[in-house]
T-cell receptor
Framework: AQSVTQLDSQVPVFEEAPVELRCNYS??????LFWYVQYPNQGLQLLLK??????LVKGINGFEAEFNKSQTSFHLRKPSVHISDTAEYFC?????????????FGKGTTLSVSS | KAGVTQTPRYLIKTRGQQVTLSCSPI?????VSWYQQTPGQGLQFLFE???????NKGNFPGRFSGRQFSNSRSEMNVSTLELGDSALYLC?????????????FGSGTRLTVV
């Protein structure tokens, strides 16, 4: 079975500062990894995903994440945040190359960007 | 291109009643999944349907059920509602039931049980 731990429940930062949201996972098989963002009263929007290949994944809105297999981590980074990045961020995992599986989500990290 | 449409957006029901939520996937998407989101438990998988067949089911009681129609639209039903069923119910669609095809989520139905 897989599990995901988002190490920070809340991350407050100032506008234009860099940010890192941390995600560790546990799995005995190869995995696909995802980061989603949820704005208030909205569904989830995919930021980026790692399926295979390059361990540095670039996503939308200037976000990127690095897959580290030895550390079983998939941390999300942005070099300079904006007020509009204030939202809840979810890391998710699923077994690779298997049909009929579901996403397993972490508990979420609330990113609060202030001026 | 229209996104995933969930109706209704908000719903208030009384304990013991039943409720049906609807999800219309993106055109051409044959897989529909349902997730429950609560502050305490987070996002939890309910079930996935692909071409009218349930492909996978999460760890929820039998009061939670779903179905998919030939046009890929899906409904989920919760019978004998409990206060703990209050949640945001999210539907997600994708072309195939594989994760190299990404999910697109709808905006959800917020169910309040009183």
């Amino acid at each position: 079975a897989q599990s995901v731990t988002q190490l920070d429940s809340q991350v407050p930062v100032f506008e234009e500062a860099p940010v890192e949201l941390r995600c560790n996972y546990s799995s005995s098989v190869s995995v696909y990894l995802f980061w989603y963002v949820q704005y208030p009263n909205q569904g989830l929007q995919l930021l980026l995903k790692y399926l295979s290949g390059s361990t540095l994944v670039k996503g939308i809105n200037g976000f990127e994440a690095e897959f580290n297999k030895s550390q079983t981590s998939f941390h999300l980074r942005k070099p300079s945040v904006h007020i509009s990045d204030t939202a809840e961020y979810f890391c998710a995992v699923t077994p690779a190359n298997q049909a009929g599986t579901a996403l397993i989500f972490g508990k979420g990290t609330t990113l609060s960007v202030s001026s | 291109k229209a996104g995933v449409t969930q109706t209704p957006r908000y719903l208030i029901k009384t304990r013991g009643q039943q409720v049906t939520l609807s999800c219309s996937p993106i055109s051409g998407h044959r897989s529909v999944s349902w997730y429950q989101q609560t502050p305490g438990q987070g996002l939890q998988f309910l079930f996935e349907y692909f071409s009218e067949t349930q492909r996978n089911k999460g760890n929820f009681p039998g009061r939670f059920s779903g179905r998919q129609f030939s046009n890929s639209r899906s409904e989920m039903n919760v019978s004998t509602l409990e206060l703990g069923d209050s949640a945001l119910y999210l539907c997600a669609s994708r072309k195939e039931a594989r994760f190299d095809y990404g999910y697109t989520f709808g905006s959800g139905t917020r169910l309040t049980v009183v």
